[in-house]
């Protein structure tokens, strides 16, 4: 009969990485090069929608000014840590978009070789790659990559922490969950709850000793309550400076006054677990590594091949139900770049399993890599955030050429149009226009919207559609969800263009489509007729 190696081995730092840093280093320097490869395309990318709305602006009044809360757009109380990322990056470079999003990427590597440290902590070397390859070809991982957002560098910075934190690296781990929660404020999810987890092993461990860390670690983890003192210091020092403790109060109706509904709540939490297990291409993972589950472990000179440390998984799943709770009852939009902190967790879960239990687990890896590289470039068939494959690329390409097309003929025109719209045309260092332009703002482009303009406030319209619309929409005839949907999650169906046109008495003179997005110039009759006289 083959020995079973015991499922309670704890990680040492021996086991965890056996290379140096110069080697780590090293390790870096190809995963940064690879990504700066595979990114080349989109390097010189005007920003792209909460980049230009909140992020840039606030890291670029750093840059100018040296001021930690933003002046340019209201604060929504997010930590400073990446827009301090990106105001040294500038100092140093020049501001351009070029160096914004070549610092990005420089987290991104920094985050790869996070989960490649935690996936060689948990399970091994084969194990490690696989994870981190996927991790990196994951659409919502590759995508955010490059964009000025703070979600994929606190998740980097999460999984060095992981790796400390199942390594008994007790200063570590608050080093690394501190850079976390200045990165994103909800990275305080994960010690918090490792906290608790580790508190109930007191109670519970004697029953199941498998499922919790050793006795000894039990007596050092107050560590693990270390990165509430910078957090609780950054949100101190934002109510000192603006007199609000969460953001705005706009920022905090929308995201957490608006969410706490006992409807909603549950709704959210479907969404939620579809990005964690279904998402772009998640679901052959998903489905693989059930299927699996139902082989033996694989055994290899007499010794079956081992499964990840029970209380490790434990660690894993206590994590990513915080995540689902927590991001099921706040936010205001169900983004899936939210869940980037535990997604890679999922993955290295499936992985180890394929690893244990199915010969040629490669090539199913290899399967589940072709099906994220098409989840970049095939839209799935309901609506999604752009920013989580190319179709943000379609997006600000197409924007941009509208931009010049409205500069060039209608250089003084007053237009009317929504954000982030308005954000591009008001702000040139965004990089779509030379020179601001005077803009008439609107919510959106919905039928009631367009019937509030006022006439005569504006020459010419700038309009694009606000919602990703799939040509063959998947439910679109179900008029529950389409209720669902606009009550609890924001929908709204905008007008086309040559809806908007008849509505507002002009015509269109531009227009460009790319899969299930347009936008759109359209010029007033009236400003036609006065040049002509």
């Known amino acids: 009969m083959a020995a079973r190696p015991s499922a309670r081995s704890a ?7 056996s290379l140096t840093w110069t ?3 090293l390790w870096f320097a190809l995963f940064f090069a690879g990504l700066m490869l595979l990114h080349a395309p989109l390097l010189r990318l005007p920003y792209f929608w909460d980049e230009a709305g909140y992020y840039v602006p606030a890291a670029r009044d750093l840059y100018l000014t040296g001021t930690l809360i933003p002046q340019s757009t209201p604060s929504n109380a997010h930590p400073p840590l990446v827009m301090a990322w990106l105001a040294i990056a500038w100092r140093v470079a020049g501001y351009s978009t070029l160096v914004t999003r070549t610092a990005m990427l420089a987290l991104a590597a920094f985050s790869l070789l996070g989960i490649w440290r935690l996936s060689r902590v948990a399970a091994n070397p084969a194990v490690a790659w696989a994870t981190t390859a996927l991790t990196a070809l994951y659409p919502v991982f590759f995508t955010q990559s490059s964009l000025a957002h703070v979600d994929l560098a606190a998740a980097g910075f999460t999984f060095w922490g992981l790796a400390a934190y199942f390594n008994d690296c007790r200063w570590r781990q608050a080093a690394w969950f501190s850079l976390a929660v200045l990165a994103k404020e909800t990275a305080i999810l994960v010690p918090l709850t490792l906290f608790v987890w580790d508190v109930l092993a007191h109670v519970v461990r004697p029953r199941w000793p498998e499922f919790f860390p050793s006795a000894g670690r039990r007596t050092r983890i107050l560590h693990l309550l270390v990165p509430v003192v910078p957090l609780a210091c950054w949100y101190a ?8 403790l969460l953001g705005n109060p706009e920022f905090f ?13 549950p709704l959210a939490l479907g969404l939620r677990l579809w990005q964690l297990f279904g998402y772009l291409g998640l679901y052959l993972l998903t489905l693989a590594g059930l299927l699996a589950m139902f082989r033996p472990a694989q055994v290899e000179n007499g010794i079956s091949r081992p499964r990840i440390a029970l209380w490790i998984q434990a660690g894993f799943l206590v994590v990513g139900l915080a995540y689902l709770a927590f991001m099921s009852a706040v936010g205001g939009a169900v983004l899936a770049r939210y869940m980037l902190p535990v997604v890679p967790l999922v993955i290295l879960a499936w992985t180890a399993t394929l690893w244990r239990r199915v010969r040629f687990w490669k090539p199913f890896v290899g399967i589940v890599a072709a099906s994220f590289v098409s989840g970049l470039f095939i839209n799935p068939p309901y609506g999604f955030p752009l920013e989580d494959n190319l179709a943000y690329r379609d997006y600000v390409v197409m924007h941009a050429e509208a931009s010049r097309v409205l500069t060039m003929r209608y250089p003084r025109a007053r237009v009317l149009t929504a954000w982030p719209a308005s954000d591009e045309l008001t702000r040139p260092w965004l990089g779509y226009v030379s020179r601001p332009s005077a803009v008439v703002r609107i919510e959106d482009f919905t039928a009631a919207q367009i019937s509030s303009a006022s006439a005569g406030q504006f020459d010419v319209a700038f309009v694009f559609s606000t919602k990703y619309q799939p040509p063959h929409p998947f439910l679109e005839d179900w008029a529950w969800w389409q209720g669902v949907k606009e009550r609890f999650f924001g929908y709204h169906r905008d007008l086309l263009p040559e809806e ?3 509505r507002l008495g002009g015509r269109v003179v531009f227009r460009k489509t790319s ?6 110039v359209i010029a007033i009759e009236r400003e036609e007729d006065a040049r002509m006289n």
């Open 11 to 17: 990680p040492t730092e021996q086991t965890a990485s």
């Open 23 to 25: 080697q780590q280093l």
């Open 237 to 244: 020092y934002h109510y000192a400076k603006t007199g609000f």
């Open 253 to 265: 109706r929308y995201n957490v006054a608006a969410t706490l509904n006992p409807v909603r709540i």
């Open 500 to 502: 908007i046109a008849q």
């Open 515 to 520: 899969d299930g997005q347009w936008v759109a």
